[in-house]
């Protein structure tokens, strides 16, 4: 089987020194998670692949990487347009000042959630792993 690679970020921005957390709400599934996407070709890195999606599905492109954060997650997909693959995604974390998020036509909705809200709107154990992790590392790094 195929393995699709994807990339995206968990996105942080700081208010009254408590990370809110971007989520973007799938148009067609409903989920909601971090903007992420496939890697276009093999030869770009999971930080482009990861900027370029964050900046085409919430438009945001004023971003800092935090250091020595990565975490990846595999699941099988069944799409009538892509067919049966194994999908590989890997979550960078960043922070960012920017509050408005503009909305790709493949999401309907978009917000920055609290920890706990995050984690309540994820469907998806695995991700909500990543969050926790992420979550964790942001505050230990202060």
């Given at each position: ?25 799938g ?55 892509r ?22 036509d ?6 920055w ?30």
């Amino acid at each position: 089987m195929k393995t699709r690679t994807a990339a995206g970020f968990i996105l942080a921005r700081m208010v009254d020194g408590e990370p809110l957390y971007l989520l973007l709400r799938g148009a067609t599934s409903g989920d909601w998670l971090p903007p992420k996407g496939h890697a276009d070709n093999d030869t770009d890195t999971v930080e482009e692949t990861a900027r370029r999606e964050t900046a085409e599905e919430a438009g945001i492109t004023d971003l800092q990487v935090v250091p020595d954060f990565e975490r990846s997650i595999e699941y099988e997909v069944n799409t009538d347009k892509r067919g049966r693959y194994h999908k590989k995604v890997t979550y960078l974390l960043a922070t960012t000042g920017t509050s408005e998020v503009t909305c790709s036509d493949e999401h309907s909705e978009a917000g920055w959630f609290s920890i706990k809200e995050a984690l309540g709107k994820i469907g998806f154990e695995q991700m909500r792993e990543v969050l926790r992790a992420a979550d964790a590392y942001l505050r230990k790094r202060g």
